[in-house]
């Protein structure tokens, strides 16, 4: 009901205190399966400053859009690219949308159709059903990355680009990236990176010596990246990010708003309005952070999925589903459905849709957390 009067501020605070009671909380240690965490205090602390900030208008918010561009220039260049050309946008989904719109854009195919691996995130369903993109799924090998042999049988007239991931949301598997960036050069086609969770963690790994394949720009056919700094970026959501490659890209989905404060503007991305705060706490926190911080956060994160990883073999009845490419460990176990929902019933933020218990090591799992948890799980594994 709307109500007639408003009510004091202190009972509005109250009443929604209340009403988020059942809400699980990062800083409880019982979320163990978001790609989500606590945002850092500088990143909450530019929002609540900026927070009227609208990239929408850019015109009004000159300086703001200065700094998005610099973001997104920070942004390239970890992933290898010295001009890169994208937006802070509201998500990963917003973001690969945007890149099979510019893909179908360019191609001006009939009918067409993108390749992706079996194990992409269901916002691909979205752009497709949104831009009219036929979807033609390319199967997983068994180590869970894409079938690069299947993505080439795949391609046809109809092809408008190809998709690989780096980190999967499930498992956290980096595809083949090097492959797959050859056959779109073979080919002709642009190949698209979905790193919304492994674009935050991949450069920093690799520098502390993990054996992750290349999945960036240095691949010559790698033509956009979705990248999240609502993941692992320690950024308040809405935090996501597109690059690309080439200017033509990004051209390709602007349309004209020529009425706003700084004239005739051009605009890719999907939302109108645009919070610019979240575009300068991008840029804050890799600011603040630099490489060296962003390596310390990844550092710990990696250690602890190890960690995790070979505390988990040794639960009899429980096994992983593979070993952890990046900070992600997922595992199955008998009686699976029993155990999540008995493991739920005990306040833990897990679930087990997709065959296996999927945890992922953000920055607000600390290692006292899991130990609770494999507590709890060997308990439950062992009733069931
Ligand atoms: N691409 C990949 C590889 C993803 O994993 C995700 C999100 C997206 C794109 C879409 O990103 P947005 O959700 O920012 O639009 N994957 C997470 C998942 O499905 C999203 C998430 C985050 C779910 C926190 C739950 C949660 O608590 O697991």
Known sequence: MFPRRGASEKEVLEELEEKTSPDLTFDSGRILGSMCTYPHPLAIEVVRRYIDRNLGDPGLHV????VEDEAVGMLSELLGLKRGYGHIVSGGTEANILAVRAFRNIAKTENPELILPASAHFSFLKASEMLGVKLVWAKLREDYSVDVKDVEAKITDNTIGIVGIAGTTGLGVVDDI????DLALEYGLPLHVDAAFGGLVIPFAKKLGYKIPDF????????????????????????????FREKRFLEAISVPAPYL??????????????????????????KHLGFEGYKEIVRRAMELSRWFASELKRIPGVYLIREPVLNIVSFGTENLKEVEEEL???????????????????????????????????GVVKAF
Do not use: C, N
């Open 63 to 66: 300086g703001s859009q200065r």
């Open 178 to 181: 090097p492959a797959l960036s």
């Open 261 to 286: 404060a700084g004239g005739k503007v051009w605009q890719a991305t999907i939302t109108g309005t645009r919070p610019g705060a979240s575009a300068l706490a991008v840029w804050a926190m890799i």
């Open 344 to 378: 739920k019933r005990r306040g833990w933020g897990i679930s087990a849709h997709r065959g296996y218990v999927r945890i992922v090591m953000m920055p607000h799992v600390k290692k006292e957390h899991l130990e609770a948890f494999l507590e709890d799980l060997r």
């Open 216 to 243: 960036d720009f240095r691949l010559k056919g790698v033509k956009s990246i979705t990248i999240d700094p609502h993941k692992m970026g320690m950024v308040p959501i809405p935090a996501g990010g597109i690059i």
